[in-house]
């Protein structure tokens, strides 16, 4: 089965900094998809970002980019110019083989004015 | 497009009392998702259908909850009786996948209370 951890239960940072959001994961499968995903006090999911495996160029969508590092199973994702809207919880998540997407615990991200 | 509807938004009932959650996916999609979210588990996946066909339901807790998909454009998630350790949040997600890998859109929710 896979796993997805993120160590980072809480983080707080000042608006217009950058910050970098941590996840591992342990898998044997070598085909899979990536996940970030945000969950504001609205509760809403909200996709955030996407990487494939088999893509060795980080994804990018605006101010959010990832640190894809396929060897260490590890899949960081950084907030450039952090805004007070960011504030969210953020969940990693893995999906591949037959265990279909699994979820880290996520990070509690607030954004200070 | 509307992106994916769950209803109710709330619901608070009693103990022993059915509840059923419901959800419409995104048109066009063909694979979907129940999720229930609680603080002590996170997320967890309870059934996902492919082409309105079951294929995984190893994470229904417990014979009290039931899963259909009807059609294409509904589905619904039965609790049969409710208890108050079924109190979480129940997200529906869809998605296009030929091989259940692909980007799912998750709905707003349904928040679940058993007094």
């Known amino acids: 089965a896979q796993t997805v951890t993120q160590s980072q239960p809480e983080m707080s940072v000042q608006e217009a900094e950058t910050v970098t959001l941590s996840c591992t994961y342990d898998?044997?499968?070598?085909?899979?998809?990536l996940f970030w995903y945000k969950q504001p006090p609205s509760r809403q999911m909200i996709l955030v970002i996407r990487?494939?495996?088999?893509?060795?160029q980080n994804a990018t969508e605006n101010r959010f980019s990832v640190n894809f590092q396929k060897a260490a199973k590890s899949f960081s994702l950084k907030i450039s110019d952090s805004q007070l809207g960011d504030t969210a919880m953020y969940f990693c998540?893995?999906?591949?083989?037959?265990?279909?997407?699994?979820f880290g615990k996520g990070t509690h991200l607030i954004i200070q004015p | 497009d509307a992106g994916v509807i769950q209803s109710p938004r709330h619901e608070v009932t009693e103990m022993g009392q059915e509840v059923t959650l419901r959800c419409k996916p995104i048109s066009g999609h063909n694979s979907l998702f129940w999720y229930r979210q609680t603080m002590m588990r996170g997320l967890e996946l309870l059934i996902y259908?492919?082409?309105?066909?079951?294929?995984?339901d190893s994470g229904m807790p417990e014979d009290r909850f039931s899963a259909k998909m009807p059609n294409a454009s509904f589905s619904t998630l039965k609790i049969q009786p409710s208890e108050p350790r079924d109190s979480a949040v129940y997200f529906c997600?869809?998605?296009?996948?030929?091989?259940?890998?692909?980007?799912?859109?998750f709905g707003p929710g349904t928040r679940l209370t058993v007094l």
């Open positions: 997600a869809s998605s296009f996948a030929a091989d259940r890998m692909d980007t799912q859109y």
């Open positions: 990487q494939e495996a088999y893509k060795q």
């Open positions: 898998t044997s499968e070598s085909n899979y998809y």
């Open positions: 259908f492919n082409n309105n066909v079951p294929i995984d």
């Open positions: 998540a893995f999906e591949g083989g037959a265990d279909g997407l699994t």
